[in-house]
T-cell receptor
Framework: AQSVTQPDIHITVSEGASLELRCNYS??????LFWYVQSPGQGLQLLLK??????LVQGIKGFEAEFKRSQSSFNLRKPSVHWSDAAEYFC???????????FGTGTRLTIIP | GAVVSQHPSWVICKSGTSVKIECRSL??????MFWYRQFPKQSLMLMAT?????????EQGVEKDKFLINHASLTLSTLTVTSAHPEDSSFYIC?????????????FGAGTRLSVL
């Protein structure tokens, strides 16, 4: 069965500091990996996704993520966070076919001045 | 780009009534649609997967008679919460795929917040 682990429930960083959100997945074949962001009371916005090819994926809002098959990880990074980045971040894994996306439990990001 | 539209965005209903939520693909054919439920400060839990023209596949623990899913066309899936009760209050989100490969993932609707009084 596929699963996603986001070990950090809540992270606080200072504005302008770098950010890394961790994501580990379990999937029996080549995974499709996603990062979504959700602001309070809002839907999900796709930040970036990995299907194949270059393991370093660039997304919107200055985010990037690196797929490391050997570590079953897909960590999200941003070199310098902005106050507007405060939100809930979800990592998800899916696969070929009509399979579902399985989500991690999310990481809440707080930005302090 | 691909757009998944969900309506309504917010609904309040009395206990015992039924509520219908629509999920539409605006510029692509959604061969598969997924319905998720999200409780406050929690992650998204898949409720069911629906393929156009066939019965939905429900996840374990989801009452199929309570959460009726219809996917009658390639652009519309509906979730009907029947005889809603306060414990059904939640945030419901749909997503859609247009095929089987990775690029077929087309995103999520904006979600529907259901409040049952």
């Amino acid at each position: 069965a596929q699963s996603v682990t986001q070990p950090d429930i809540h992270i606080t960083v200072s504005e302008g500091a770098s950010l890394e959100l961790r994501c580990n997945y379990s999937y029996g074949a080549t995974p499709y990996l996603f990062w979504y962001v959700q602001s309070p009371g809002q839907g999900l916005q796709l930040l970036l996704k990995y299907f194949s090819g270059d393991t370093l994926v660039q997304g919107i809002k200055g985010f990037e993520a690196e797929f490391k098959r050997s570590q079953s990880s897909f960590n999200l990074r941003k070199p310098s966070v902005h106050w507007s980045d405060a939100a809930e971040y979800f990592c998800a894994v899916g696969g070929f076919g009509n399979e579902k996306l399985t989500f991690g439990t999310g990481t809440r990001l707080t930005i302090i001045p | 780009g691909a757009v998944v539209s969900q309506h309504p965005s917010w609904v309040i209903c009395k206990s015992g009534t039924s509520v219908k939520i629509e999920c539409r693909s605006l510029d692509f054919q959604a061969t598969t649609m997924f319905w998720y439920r999200q409780f406050p400060k929690q992650s998204l839990m898949l409720m069911a997967t629906s393929n156009e023209g066939s019965k939905a596949t429900y996840e374990q623990g989801v009452e199929k008679d309570k959460f009726l899913i219809n996917h009658a066309s390639l652009t519309l899936s509906t979730l009907t919460v029947t005889s809603a009760h306060p414990e059904d209050s939640s945030f419901y989100i749909c997503s859609a795929r247009s095929g089987r490969e990775g690029s077929s993932w087309k995103g999520f609707g904006a979600g529907t917040r259901l409040s049952v009084l």
